[in-house]
C-alpha cells in the first residue's frame, strides 16, 4: 500500500504523453485524481519489476547451484534413510533398502 504523503513533499512537474495515453488515463482516473492514479500506477510498476527481478535472480540461483545441491542431497539422503521407522541396517554397515513392514498393507484383512 501506498503511503499517504503530505502536500510538502509534493512537487509539481510537466511530463509529455501521447494523446492515446492522455485518453486512457482519462477514462480511468478523474481529472482531479490523476496525480494519485499516476503515483499508484509507478509504484506498482517499480513493486513488479522488483518481483520480476528477483524471481529472475532466484532461478538464476537455483540453476547455477544445483549440482552443489544435488551433491549434498545425495550425500545426506542415507542419514535421512536411516532414520526411517523399520529400517533394517546392511551387513556392510549401510542401510538396507528393504522396509519391514509394521502395519498390514492398504486393503488387507
Do not use: C
Not at 19 to 48: C, M, N, Q
Not at 95 to 100: D, G
Request: net charge positive.
Amino acid at each position: 500500500m501506498i503511503r499517504r504523503m503530505n502536500a510538502k513533499a509534493r512537487r509539481r512537474i510537466t511530463i509529455s504523453i501521447p494523446e492515446t495515453t492522455l485518453r486512457l488515463l482519462d477514462k480511468v482516473a478523474p481529472k482531479g485524481d490523476r496525480s494519485r492514479f499516476i503515483t499508484e500506477a509507478v509504484h506498482a510498476y517499480v513493486a513488479s519489476r522488483n518481483r520480476t527481478r528477483l524471481k529472475a535472480e532466484l532461478k538464476a540461483g537455483a540453476i547455477a547451484n544445483a549440482s552443489r545441491d544435488l551433491a549434498l542431497v545425495t550425500e545426506w539422503s542415507s542419514l535421512d534413510l536411516d532414520t526411517l521407522p523399520g529400517r533394517k541396517r546392511s551387513p556392510r554397515g549401510g542401510v538396507s533398502h528393504e522396509i519391514k513392514q509394521t502395519r498390514p498393507a492398504h486393503g488387507a484383512d
